[in-house]
C-alpha cells in the first residue's frame, strides 16, 4: 500500500513516450510504460477521492456557477419547429454561433475572417422519460468540507422541485401559446391522526400554507402531477424537455402543518416555486443538496435524448427541522442559480452538449490517439473492481463524480448532478469506445476543452529536425479546419468526431498547399464571439454570454494524502486506440487529402472500416453525428517542395 503526496497531481505526458513519427502501433514495452504511468495516476486521483467521500468535497465542487462561461440565456419567443423522426419529435429551435479567426495578426491573405455555424435547442419533449426511486448513487449524501451529515437524504425531491421550477421559467420566457397546469395526479395527502395504510416516503413541507402544499402535490404525484405545454401543434402537444414520468414502485406524501383540504390554484410561478423549494432545504438543512440536485435536474433532457431512465436515490428521513426558516435567509449563492437560470437553461436545452462536456472530463490534451486505451484503462476497468468501492453499489460512480473536481472543477457540479440522476452508465459507454460525441459549443459555453481542436497549440509550427523540418499533424489538422475553403470544397469543414490528437509529426512538404502557405505564419484558431437567437418575430439577438472569468478559474484543492485501494490489474485491451487512431487519421484522408508517402498510412489500424459495428449501440441522434459529414474534397495533389518554394518566389517578387 503506498500514500499519496499533497503535491499537485499532474497527468503523464504519454506522446513523449513515442519515438517514431512513422509507427502508429506502440510497441510492447511502450504500452507497459504508458499503462504504469496512467495507472500511478488514476490510483492517487482515486486515494484522493476516497479522502474526500469520507470528509466531504469542497463547497466550490458543488456550486453550479462555475459551470457558466460565455453560456448566454434564453431569450423568447423563440422560432421553433418539430424535428426528429415521426416517432421521437422534437421542439427545437434554431440559432447560430458567429466565430472569428484569430490569424495572430499575421502579414498573409485570409479571405474568410467570420464564420457562422448553424444549431438548434431542444425546447419541447412529447413523451417525458420515465423517473425512478431506485438509484444506487448517493443514497447518503456526502456532504461538503465542514458540512453536517445528519440531513436527510433530499436530492431526488429536490430535483423534481428544480424540474418544476425550469420547466416554468422556460414558459414564462416563451410565453405566446406556452402554460404550466397542474394535473388530477396527486401525491397523498398525511394527516398524523390518520390510521392505516402510509405512503413509501412522507414528505414534510412544515408550516405551509395550502397553495404550496397543492405545488407540492403535484411535484410528487405518480406519473406526473403538472404539465408545462411549450407549444400545442398539428404534431401534438410538446412539453418542457424537464418534464418526467414517476413511476409506480414508491408512493408519496405530503405532510404539513394544519392538513387543510387542497385547493383547486393556480400553478406556482418559478419565483415562487423557487421560494417553497429553498425554505423546504432550510427547513431540512439540506445545505449543498439544494445545488447539487439543480445540477441532477439539468440533466433530465440529456436523459430523454439518450432514451435513458431517470434513477434517482430514494428519500432517507434521518436529521432534525430547522427551527426557522425564511426566504430571507437564502444563501447568495442559491439567489445566483434563480438569476442566471435563462443562461442554465441554454445550457440544458443541448443534450449533446451536456454530454460532450460530461465525456470530456476524461480527455487529456497529451494523451494521443493511439495510447487512448492505456490512459482510460486504468480508471474504466480497473478502479471499479478496487475492494472499499465494489463492495458500495453505486459508490464507483460516486467516485467518478468526486475525481472530475480535481480534474475538471468547472463542471464538478454538473458530474454529481449526472450521478444523482444515474447519467453515469451511458457516460461510461460512450468514453471507454475511445470516440465520444462532441459538441463544438460546449468549450465556449462551459471553459472546458473537449478535444485538441478546441486548442491553438502553441509556439512556433515548424520544428527543427534531425531528419528535417517537420509540423506535429495536430498542427496541420487544425490547419486544415480553420482555413477558408474554397467554395466545393467542404472536406475539412467539420471538426473530427474523436478527440484525440494524432500522434507525433509530418514533414512539412507533406503538407497541402493551403497549409504550407501558412506554416510561417503565428497560430491561427477559430475563436468563438457570440451566440445569435432567432426570435418569432423575424428578429435575430446577438449574445455574448456571461464571460465568467470564475469557470476557468475554479479552485482546485490540494491532492489529500491518503491510502490508494487495492486495486486488481488487468491487461491492457488497445481497441480504443485502434478506433480513435482510425476516426482521427480517417479525418484526414477522407476530407481530400489522400494518404501522404508515408510508412504509418498502411497501418491496418488506419484501414477504413465499410461498417462500424458500434453503430447498433448507438443511439438515433448519436449515429447522426457520428456519420455527419459535408461533400467530400477532391483529392489534392501534394507539391514538391522546391517548386512550392519557387511559387512562393514569384508571388513575393510580384
Known sequence: MANADTQDLRPPCLSTILTDDNILQPNPEQLEEATKKCREYWYRLTGAAIRHHRDGVPPEWTDPRHMLWRAPAIRGPLRKFPSGTSKRKTLSAKAFSTWRLNDGGADCEVSEKERKVKAILHLGIQAPPTCTFTGDSFRQWIGTTGEAKDAPNYLGILALGWSYILSARLVEIQGKGAVISYTNSKAIQCDEAESGSVPDVIVDIGNANADVARWWSAILARGGGWKAIIEKNKDGEFLAPWSISIDEKHSFGV???????????????????????????????????????????????????????????????????????????????????????????????????????????????DVPCNLVSPWLHPILSE???????????????EILGIICGFRRPQICSLWLGAVISGLTPKILRLVERGKPPLNLLAFPWTGCPQTFM?????????????????????????LLHVLPLEEDDYGYHNRPTTPWAPFGKTKKEYCSLNVYCHLGCQRHHLEYQHWNWK??????????????????????????????????????DQKASQDASQDIFGWFVNGGEGSPPEALYKDAWIKIRKGDEDNDEMDLDEREIATDSAPKKKKKQRVNQLELDEWLDTLSDG
Open 255 to 365: 405532510k404539513w402543518q394544519g392538513n387543510d383540504p387542497l385547493p383547486d390554484a393556480a400553478p406556482l410561478s418559478s419565483d415562487r416555486a423557487f421560494e417553497v423549494l429553498a425554505e423546504f432545504s432550510l427547513l431540512h438543512n439540506l445545505g449543498s443538496q439544494f445545488l447539487v440536485a439543480f445540477a441532477a435536474a439539468l440533466t433530465f433532457p440529456t436523459h430523454k435524448h439518450h432514451k435513458t431512465e431517470v434513477r434517482l436515490p430514494l428519500p432517507t428521513q434521518t436529521g432534525q427541522k430547522s427551527s426557522t426558516a425564511t426566504s430571507g435567509s437564502v444563501p447568495s449563492q442559491w439567489a445566483m442559480v434563480k438569476e442566471h437560470l435563462p443562461n442554465y437553461i441554454s445550457l440544458s436545452c443541448c443534450p449533446e452538449l451536456i454530454m460532450s462536456t460530461l465525456c470530456g472530463m476524461f480527455w487529456e490534451p
Open 383 to 397: 478502479v471499479r473492481d478496487a475492494e472499499t468501492i465494489a463492495a458500495k453499489p453505486g459508490s464507483y460512480h
Open 454 to 478: 478546441d486548442t491553438p497549440g502553441s509556439g512556433p509550427y515548424v520544428h527543427g529536425d534531425a531528419s528535417g523540418d517537420k509540423v506535429e499533424r495536430a498542427d496541420v489538422w487544425r
Open 535 to 572: 426570435l418569432d418575430d423575424g428578429s435575430v439577438i446577438e449574445d455574448p454570454g456571461l464571460a465568467n472569468t470564475s469557470s476557468a478559474n475554479a479552485p482546485v484543492p490540494p491532492l489529500p494524502e491518503e491510502s490508494l485501494p487495492e486495486i486488481p490489474q488487468k491487461p491492457v
